[in-house]
């Protein structure tokens, strides 16, 4: 990464926990939109957690269950006192 960029993102951090989702084969599709072969964005991903790994991240991977669980994870993942707000479609937080 450039030293600027390392530089930037190490003195304009918003948090220290990052929520990173992994490459899944079992969902992985392509489109027009995601245009990464499914090499492409499997080291994406590695690539990713190499980089917030190296900026001293805490990394917390989304676990691998359906969409709808997602919400209790993270609610546990990051209690809301730690100035987290989650909000699902609806824009309810959740509890």
């Not at 245009?35 to 917030?52: D, F, G, P, S």
């Not at 790994?53 to 989304?62: D, F, K, N, V």
């Amino acid at each position: 990464m450039p030293p600027h960029l390392t530089a930037a993102a190490k003195t304009a951090r918003y948090n220290l926990r990052v929520f990173l989702a992994p490459y899944w084969d079992e969902i992985f599709t392509q489109d027009t939109e995601r245009k990464l072969t499914r090499a492409e964005a499997e080291a994406t991903c590695a690539v990713m957690r190499q980089t917030y790994t190296a900026l001293g991240y805490e990394i917390r991977q989304l676990s691998r269950t359906a969409p709808r669980g997602a919400p209790t994870f993270l609610r546990r993942s990051w209690p809301l006192d730690e100035g987290f707000t989650l909000h699902t479609r609806n824009s309810a937080p959740v509890p």
